[in-house]
């Protein structure tokens, strides 16, 4: 009788032999143990070759991602910031006419400086087509939403240099055409305090670290910067404009233009989307389960046949796009400036 656990599998000549002895160790040389077959090199390359495919696919999805699709979620959270705006000041949206000349512009005064990531203007650049609404901050977050107003500057329309930062490739990139603006370009911006019309007046390119471009100055400026070259963060675009004409809105009175309001802070370095405000151990996890659901999937896919093998592979990878846009969310913020 043949221990308990022992098991053999036929030979050569086809002929089944069961030893007696397979317990103790004494092996007939008729009579093989059936180990566990080793992984063959076939094998092993298929599901390499698998591997690099759905890293192909990811890298191949995370490129249009960054590139346009970012601009989902800004776009829907422009919407609620013009709501907000809107809000704020309804009749700010058409004060009266602007035409710069008959008078000498007026600014609008000092104000408290508002909340991080709070609409503070709309900003209108016709000729690139651009209206969006700036926000508070220029930390990953707030230019995820839209142009960033740097903190350590005045408000548009008030005194001084005011600047705003956006990206140039992402989240709806609405400073993409930068480069496009030349000397007497109109920039129009719409406060609470109320309108603003400002002429681009010259262009530059400096070095991350020039922060003497969003310093104060002796009339009222604004300066819009962003990453350059396109697709890189090495320098940064400069447009600046001068203030030619403004209308206040009832609830502001009308102010002179006044000294340059000194900044808030200091910047070390011209904003771009700082790195690393994103969440390691989440894009770990989301990359995880990327890779989870597409193992069940691939598993499931290949145990099914006909109709069944067809549904399969649809819900699996609509659910799986679904977490790999998760991943792309929490990896995108990790990346170096996401220009």
Sequence with gaps: MTSRGARCIDTDDGEAYRSKDVGLGRLSNRCVPRYAAPVSLTTLR?????IVLVAGVLVLL????LLWGTGLSTAQTQDHLRSELASQAPAVRSPGPLRPGLAPPVVAPPTTPPATGAPVAE???PNIGLSMVVVEGTGTEQL??????YPNTPLPGEAGNSAIAGHRTTYLHP???????VAGDRITVA???GLFLYAVSSSEVVSPTDVAVVGPTPTPTLTLTTCNPRYSARTRLIVHAHLVASVLSGSAPPNSPAAPVLPRSNSAELSAATPAEGSVGGAIAWGAAVAVLITIVWWLALRVRGARRVAVVIIGLAAWLAVVLGFFQALAPLLPASF
């Design 175 to 181: 400073f993409g055409d930068l480069d496009r603006l």
């Design 144 to 149: 995820r939403a839209g142009p960033g107003h």
């Design 62 to 65: 995370f490129i249009p991602y």
């Design 191 to 193: 406060t609470t305090q």
């Design 46 to 50: 298929v599901t390499i070759g698998r």
């Design 123 to 125: 900003l209108m650049i």
